[in-house]
C-alpha cells in the first residue's frame, strides 16, 4: 500500500479537503498506514499534478475540495487487482527472538512480557475504534470494520503468543541450555538465573487489566463471572456481536434463524463459545434487558434482532398507521442520492424511520454532520405505502419515493 493509493481510496467515497482527508485518516487508517499533515497535502499536490484527483470546490480561507477524477479511479483499481501486496518481509522483534539465548532467562522473559504488554495496548486501542466509530451500512465502513477485526485478532495472537513463550524461557530446557552457553563464553552471571522462577514472575508479571482478549480457533476469552461484573467495554462488544450474527451473517458461526428471525439461545451460546467468543446466558440477559435501543427480544428460550436484518426474515410485524409525519438521519454526502432515488433499504430489508427528530438526528450522526429529511407519511400510507413499526419503535417501509420527503434549506 502507499500513501497515494490510500487518499485516492478514501476519496473514491466522497470529495473531502485536507482537513477532511486528516480526520479520516486519524479515524480509520492510523494503525495501518500513519500519515502526517504534511505528507497528505503534499500528496494530493502530487495527485492533483498527475490528474488523479482535481479540486471540486473552493471554501473560505482557501479551504480547497478534492474529488478523484476517473483516471485516479482508474488507478486505484489498478492497484487493487493487478498490484501484489507487499507484506513484511522484516520483523524485528521476531529477530530479536531467534538471539534472546545470550540473555538470562529473566532478561529474556522481561522483554517477551513487555512484547505482550505492548500488544494488549494494540488491542485496546482497536477496541476503542471499534467502541467509538460511527459504523454504517456504506462500504467503506462494512470494509473497514474487516480491517479492524484484523487488528483485534492479530494483537490478541500476539498478547497470547507473548506470554505463552515468557513461560517457555523459564522452562527446564531453556535454563539449563542458557546456563551451557554462558558457560562456554565464559559470561555466566548465577546470581541472576538461579533465582526462583515464581519470585522472578511476581516482579515482571504486569497487574491483569480489565480488557476483552479475543482468542482464535475457538480458545476462551476472558470474561467476567457475573453480569454485575461486566464494564461497558465488555457490553458494547457483545451486543455489536449479536448485531453481526442475528442480524446479518448467522451463517459465520455456523447458527441458523428460523423463518422469524428467531434461534435458540442455547445454540447460539454454543455457537459463539465455539468460535472464539464466549459469553454467558446472564451477560447476554443483562446487554437484551440494558440496551438502550432495545434491538434485541428474549422470549421463550430463544432471542431475535428486533429490526436491521440484511437476511431475509419475515418479523411478523402487522401493518400498521404511522403518524403524520416521520423522520429519517443521514448526511450531507448522501441528500443529493436521495432527492433522485427516495430512501431505499440499501443492504438492509426495510428504510428505518424515526418518529421524532432528536432520534432521527442522533442517527445521522453516526456518519457526520446530521442532516434530519421529513417524511409525510400519512400521505404515503393513503397512497397505499405499507408501514410497520418494529418492538423497539422502529417505523419500517419498503421505500419513500422523493415526492413524500421534505428536506432541510
Do not use: C
Request: proline residues 6%; positive net charge; aromatic residues 6%.
Amino acid at each position: 500500500m502507499s500513501l497515494r493509493h490510500a487518499v485516492l481510496g478514501l476519496l473514491s467515497e466522497s470529495p473531502a479537503s485536507g482537513y477532511d482527508l486528516m480526520k479520516l485518516f486519524n479515524a480509520s487508517l492510523t494503525s495501518v498506514w500513519p500519515a502526517t499533515q504534511s505528507q497528505v497535502y503534499g500528496e494530493l499536490n502530487k495527485l492533483t499534478t498527475a490528474g488523479l484527483v482535481e479540486v471540486a470546490a473552493h471554501g473560505p480561507r482557501g479551504r480547497k475540495e478534492y474529488a478523484i477524477t476517473d483516471d485516479g479511479l482508474a488507478e486505484l483499481r489498478h492497484w487493487l487487482t493487478e498490484v501484489a501486496p507487499t507484506g513484511p518481509q522484516r520483523h524485528d522483534g521476531l529477530l530479536r527472538v531467534f538471539f534472546l539465548g545470550i540473555l538470562t532467562p529473566l532478561e529474556a522473559q522481561s522483554y517477551l512480557l513487555t512484547q505482550a504488554e505492548t500488544a494488549a495496548r494494540a488491542h485496546t486501542a482497536y477496541e476503542q475504534i471499534d467502541r467509538t466509530a460511527e459504523w454504517d451500512d456504506e462500504m467503506i465502513s462494512v470494509y473497514g470494520r474487516i480491517a479492524l477485526e484484523y487488528g483485534l485478532r492479530m494483537s490478541a495472537t500476539m498478547e497470547e503468543w507473548a506470554r505463552w513463550a515468557a513461560d517457555e524461557v523459564t522452562g527446564a530446557k531453556a535454563r539449563k541450555a542458557g546456563e551451557l552457553a554462558r558457560a562456554q563464553r565464559g559470561r555466566e552471571r548465577p546470581e541472576q538465573d538461579e533465582q526462583p522462577v515464581g519470585a522472578a514472575r511476581r516482579r515482571l508479571t504486569p497487574a491483569p487489566t480489565p480488557r476483552l482478549r479475543l482468542r482464535i480457533a475457538g480458545a476462551a476469552a476472558t470474561a467476567p463471572r457475573h453480569p454485575e461484573g461486566m464494564n461497558h467495554q465488555r457490553s458494547v462488544r457483545i451486543s455489536k456481536y449479536l448485531a453481526k450474527h442475528l442480524r446479518h451473517e448467522p451463517e459465520r458461526i455456523g447458527i441458523t434463524l428460523d423463518a422469524q428471525g428467531w434461534v435458540p439461545v442455547a445454540a447460539l451460546l454454543d455457537a459463539a463459545a465455539r468460535h472464539g467468543f464466549p459469553f454467558s446466558r446472564a451477560e447476554l440477559e443483562a446487554v437484551v434487558a440494558d440496551n438502550d435501543k432495545q434491538r434485541y427480544t428474549l422470549e421463550n428460550g430463544r432471542i431475535r434482532a428486533n429490526q436491521g436484518h440484511s437476511v431475509r426474515v419475515d418479523l411478523g410485524l402487522p401493518p400498521a398507521v404511522p403518524p403524520g409525519f416521520l423522520f429519517h438521519g443521514t448526511v450531507a454526502r448522501s441528500v443529493a442520492a436521495i432527492r433522485e432515488e427516495g430512501l431505499r433499504p440499501m443492504s438492509r430489508l426495510a428504510v428505518h424511520l424515526s418518529s421524532d427528530r432528536e432520534t432521527a438526528s442522533r442517527v445521522g450522526a453516526r456518519r457526520g454532520k446530521p442532516v434530519v429529511l421529513t417524511v409525510d407519511a400519512g400521505a404515503m400510507h393513503r397512497a397505499g405505502h405499507v408501514f410497520r413499526v418494529s418492538a423497539n419503535g422502529v417505523w419500517l417501509t419498503g421505500h419513500v419515493p422523493p415526492e413524500f420527503l421534505r428536506f432541510p434549506g
